[in-house]
């Protein structure tokens, strides 16, 4: 069962990380969280970035069980011009009581 969950989790964060569009012959498949990134940002951003990657991760993953997400903006450093959200999702695989999180950076890089 540990080697079942830890695909799942390799392959969630494969998905997390492709864009939409990027994948051949499956252009819907992967996110749009980098896309958000390049937008306008409010107070209902994280509310709608949660919304976008449960739903995503429901659609493709069925098998994974979202428990919570968590989004931050990450302190940028002096001169650094880069936007940078961390993304925090606690998930379990739904035939089984283990849990884990998952985090990682999303970042918009200016050319």
């Known amino acids: ?10 392959n969630l ?3 997390l990380k492709t864009r939409k569009g990027e994948r051949r012959m499956m252009p819907e498949f992967g996110t ?8 306008q940002r409010n107070e209902n951003t994280p509310e709608i970035l949660k919304t976008m ?3 995503e991760i429901r659609y493709w993953i069925p098998e994974v069980k979202i428990l919570g997400i968590d989004i931050r903006d990450v302190e940028k450093r002096l001169g650094d011009e ?4 961390r993304v925090s999702i606690k998930f379990g695989v739904n035939s089984t009581e283990e849990v ?4 990682f ?4 890089v200016r050319i």
């Open 100 to 103: 884990d999180f998952l985090i």
């Open 13 to 15: 964060t494969n998905f």
């Open 82 to 85: 880069n936007y940078k959200m």
């Open 53 to 55: 990657i449960s739903d």
């Open 105 to 108: 950076d999303l970042e918009n």
């Open 1 to 10: 069962m540990f080697l079942y969950f830890k695909l799942l989790k390799n």
């Open 32 to 39: 749009q969280l980098y896309s958000v990134l390049f937008e």
